[in-house]
Nanobody, 122 residues
Framework: QVLLVESGGGLVQAGGSLRLSCAVS????????VAWFRQAPGKEREFAAA?????YYANSGKGRFTVSLDNARNTVYLQMDSLRPDDTGVYYC??????????????????WGQGTQVTVSS
């Protein structure tokens, strides 16, 4: 079975940092698109970042977010720096079995983690 488990969320002050982890089992993360999405209260789930050979970022996180892959641990990370209150939301990792450029909408991703809450206070 494929299982994605996010961790690393929490409460931070504006300007702080968090590193989220997506531990992948059941498939090799490096061979598929692994993406991060986030969902703020009352808003739709939106693309944040992805990795598949190279990295991809939404404009909202560009310059502040870094996605990386640890092949030995089969884990994808999302390093978030200079956090702002509007970064608050539930962060999910997802895998797309259809190899190619990462999809920037949630539709089509085959596997999802349970999500981890990120709260940025002002």
């Amino acid at each position: 079975q494929v299982l994605l488990v996010e961790s690393g969320g929490g409460l931070v002050q504006a300007g702080g940092s968090l590193r989220l982890s997506c531990a992948v089992s059941g498939l090799t993360a490096s061979t598929y698109v692994v993406a991060w999405f986030r969902q703020a209260p009352g808003k739709e789930r939106e693309f944040a970042a992805a990795i598949f050979g190279t990295t991809y970022y939404a404009n909202s996180g560009k310059g502040r977010f870094t996605v990386s892959l640890d092949n030995a641990r089969n884990t994808v990370y999302l390093q978030m720096d200079s956090l702002r209150p509007d970064d608050t939301g539930v962060y999910y990792c997802a895998v797309d079995l259809a190899r190619g450029l990462p999809k920037r909408t949630p539709v089509g991703y085959n596997y999802w983690g349970q999500g981890t809450q990120v709260t940025v206070s002002s």
